[in-house]
């Protein structure tokens, strides 16, 4: 199978010309060195999960032609059909790649399930470019019992693509087209251009997956509308795109090592359209410039060389006079330098149950190889017809918008039709990463979530003046993992109220012990907030259903507010009471706030505040700390929470609550129950549970949502003994890696152990 090398850019920059657009030159570099683009593809162990299952996945981490050096910190979700998400998980990168995994539920009812992936740089950018795949789900007991499918109708659709953007009048130009459902899926289309009179111009058929492409010239004033029919015969009607009278288009033939391309300008068009600049650009480096010169004829043309770029989407933009963007076109540069063919070898075949198979991959020494092997079923062709590779995403789907119909397809050979049918795709497929007029006003992108250095130590020293925190004042932290082992840190002051250090790794939940070297006071006098730097993540595809993220005990801004408030009325306290008269007392009446009252104002905020849930106080249930975990601790508290335990001691338990699975959140931080599950109950203040559609969480909650609150503040009972008299906190890291399970095939078969006593083997997968 082909392996994507470590690829390092071969870019080359042609000025054939001198122009005067030295600000985009610049800008584009600035793009390039200090915000390049990244993108993921993911590897699954196989193509199809049934619930129960464990879906295994490596992620591969590419900027440009070259694997990226340049995220730490990779996420992966997975969402249900209505778009709320069931797992988070947050995975460290290493050599541009990671692996993570997915335990599915046994209860699950969907038919498939949505993955999304993405690094905390990718956050900055456009969400159209983050990894995204469904996930099939097959349900063995569904599919016998006979469920019943609705049929959607299918909508038609067919789309007219002027190669270039535009059709001007009087010049000839290519019009591309892509016929396909309200799902993506393409169908054959074949039909005829009319004009307004009802005289046939010209006819079309597809050529490849709905595609196909037809060359026509307009005038400014003719109205022509293409007549075609669906794969079941009916008729419809879909106009043309007018033509403009001014303007210049933009046409290009990619070939053998060079791309071919000419440009014309309507006849009457003003001194804008007489003088224009090309500008080919590739992963954001400029590669090709030329001035074109259209004063005396209304067309010219060029060729770009391209053998010594690296394969992939090559932009071609045209701009006017004033470097306004008219006319812009995509190719794609097909070296075939991304593959090389590795020996495998079977040195050990065995066909029999249990049966030992080994192989072995030879690369050469002179490459650095990163590489995972998937065992699966085989499949018949065609059954997947969506189905993208590492080459497929890595050169075409990571860099288009929209779907495309079995991307690997078109690297399946070197075929002469390959590459008419990728350029198809080329012409009706969008590319947007870059926005001239933010370059042309010299603006950079605004980067909300910087990358850092694998996981951070942030923290804030909230409700103490800066000024009384001492320049040489740092914290002293030991963070104490679940297996036992302990790490001490220095966190230097940093500035302000702001303490920190980057660079850590770890996984699920930590205590941190903390104390301050100087003013060790600070730990009672102030609210300490740490930040472990991973993001939130991104809302749902259904913003009317998705959570409204209010403030956070880490939203310092909100404290320092009511801090500011507090003084003022201290300052203006004894004014109004000298000015102020005693009135005989009033006496109102009214509910004391419970203890769990008291807890939801202390812990819970945002729209996780107050509402209508379930609410239970672990501080002051003698019981809690005998429960094993959190979910133990709800089993049967909750009415129509189902709570099933998982497999063997320890085992993950999977939840459900009106067909919908509960999300999971600990500190308003989502999680996955495994690092619920992780926290000790003896951290625990507070639970919450929100019924199903309270609009708690993600996606609105629709399988309701489980919000925990560990200890903070006075509610610490500080009882470890290793630690006594430090403050603590729970920090989340990483999701903890789940070890892959490796079957002991020495063992005897339980068929066979039972055959030989006589028993009978029934109920069991192995049977």
């Not at 469904?134 to 063995?140: E, G, M, Q, S, T």
């Not at 469920?147 to 038609?156: G, S």
């Amino acid at each position: 199978m082909p392996v994507v090398l470590p690829l390092f850019s071969l870019l080359l920059s042609l000025i054939v010309s001198p122009v005067s657009a030295q600000k985009l030159d610049s800008m584009l570099n600035v793009y390039a060195n200090n915000f390049p683009q990244e993108k993921v593809h993911i590897q699954f162990d196989k193509k199809i999960y049934a619930p129960g299952e464990t879906i295994w996945f490596k992620a591969y981490i590419f900027s440009g032609a070259d694997p990226s050096l340049y995220s730490k910190n990779f996420y992966a979700e997975l969402s249900d059909a209505s778009g709320a998400i069931l797992q988070r998980k947050a995975y460290p990168v290493s050599e541009s790649s990671t692996a993570g995994n997915f335990d599915l539920p046994k209860t699950l009812k969907s038919g498939h399930l949505h993955f999304r992936a993405y690094t905390t740089w990718m956050t900055n950018f456009d969400t159209a470019f983050y990894f995204e795949k469904d996930i099939r789900i097959f349900d063995k007991q569904l599919d016998s019992a006979g469920v019943t499918v609705t049929l959607v109708q299918r909508q038609m659709k067919l789309q007219f693509f002027p190669e270039g953007g535009d059709l001007i009048a009087g010049v000839e130009g290519t019009v591309a087209f892509k016929a396909n459902d309200q799902f993506g899926y393409p169908f054959p289309v074949k039909g005829s251009v009319v004009d307004k009179s009802g005289k046939e111009v010209l006819t079309f058929a597809s050529d490849h997956d709905g595609m196909g492409k037809f060359l026509v010239t307009m005038d400014k004033d003719d109205s022509l509308t293409a007549v075609w029919k669906d794969d079941a015969g009916i008729e419809h009607r879909t106009g043309l795109p007018a033509a403009k009278t001014l303007g210049a288009s933009l046409r290009a033939i990619p070939g053998n090592q060079k791309v071919l391309f000419s440009v014309a300008r309507a006849q009457d068009a003003g001194a804008d359209f007489q003088h224009l600049t090309i500008i080919a650009h590739m992963h954001q480096h400029l590669v090709y410039k030329a001035k074109i010169n259209l004063e005396e004829n209304f067309m010219s043309g060029g060729t770009i060389p391209t053998g010594q770029l690296p394969s992939g989407v090559l932009q071609l933009t045209v701009f006017t006079a004033d470097m306004v963007p008219v006319a812009e076109r995509v190719v794609f540069v097909n070296n075939h330098e991304f593959l090389f063919h590795p020996d495998i070898a079977v040195t050990l075949k065995g066909v029999t149950r249990r049966g030992k198979n080994s192989l072995t991959i030879d690369v050469p020494d002179t490459l650095k190889s990163n590489m995972s092997l998937a065992v699966t079923d085989a499949t018949a062709d065609g059954e997947f017809p969506g189905d993208d590779n590492i080459i497929s995403r890595l050169l075409l789907t990571g860099e288009l918008r929209g779907y495309i119909h079995n991307p690997a397809y078109y690297f399946s050979g070197t075929a002469d039709s390959l590459t008419r049918h990728l350029d198809l795709v080329m012409m009706t497929h969008g590319w947007r990463r870059l926005k001239w007029d933010m370059l042309a006003r010299g603006q950079v992108p605004v980067i909300k979530n910087p990358e850092q250095d694998y996981l951070s130590m942030k923290v804030q020293v909230l409700g103490v003046d800066a000024s009384k925190i001492s320049r040489d004042e740092f914290m002293n932290v030991i963070m104490s993992r679940k297996d036992s082992s302990t790490q001490m840190l220095q966190i230097p002051h940093l500035s302000g109220n702001n303490f920190g250090v980057t660079g850590l790794v770890f996984f699920d939940t930590v205590r941190a012990f903390y104390q301050f070297n100087v003013n060790r006071a600070l730990s009672d006098q102030a609210a300490i907030t740490f930040n472990t730097g991973l993001v939130r993540g991104p809302r749902t595809a259904k913003p009317q259903t998705a959570a409204f993220e209010g403030w956070t005990a880490e939203d310092s801004a909100y404290l320092r507010r009511n801090r500011y408030i507090a003084e003022e009325i201290a300052k203006v306290k004894p004014i109004d009471d000298a000015k102020v008269k005693t009135l005989e007392s009033v006496t109102v009446k009214g509910r004391v706030k419970s203890e769990v009252d008291k807890l939801d104002e202390k812990y819970a905020s945002g729209l996780f505040g107050g509402g209508d849930a379930y609410k239970f106080d672990l501080i002051n249930d003698p019981l809690a700390a005998s429960q094993l975990d959190i979910f133990t601790y709800l089993q049967g508290k909750v009415a129509g929470l189902q709570i099933t335990p998982g497999n063997g001691p320890g085992g993950t338990p999977s939840l459900s609550w009106r067909g919908g699975s509960p999300q999971l959140y600990l500190n308003e931080m989502q999680v996955d129950a495994q690092q619920l599950q992780s926290t000790p109950v003896t951290d625990v203040a507070l639970i919450k549970v929100f019924r199903p559609g309270s609009g708690v969480g993600f996606g609105g909650g629709s399988g309701g949502t489980i919000a925990v609150y560990t200890k903070k503040g006075g509610d610490e009972k500080r009882s470890d003994p290793n630690f006594k008299g430090l403050s603590r906190a729970i920090l989340i890291g990483y999701s903890m890696p789940k070890e892959f399970y490796v079957p002991n095939y020495r063992r005897t078969p339980r068929r066979m152990r039972m055959a030989i006593s006589g028993r009978r083997c029934t109920g069991s997968p192995i049977c």
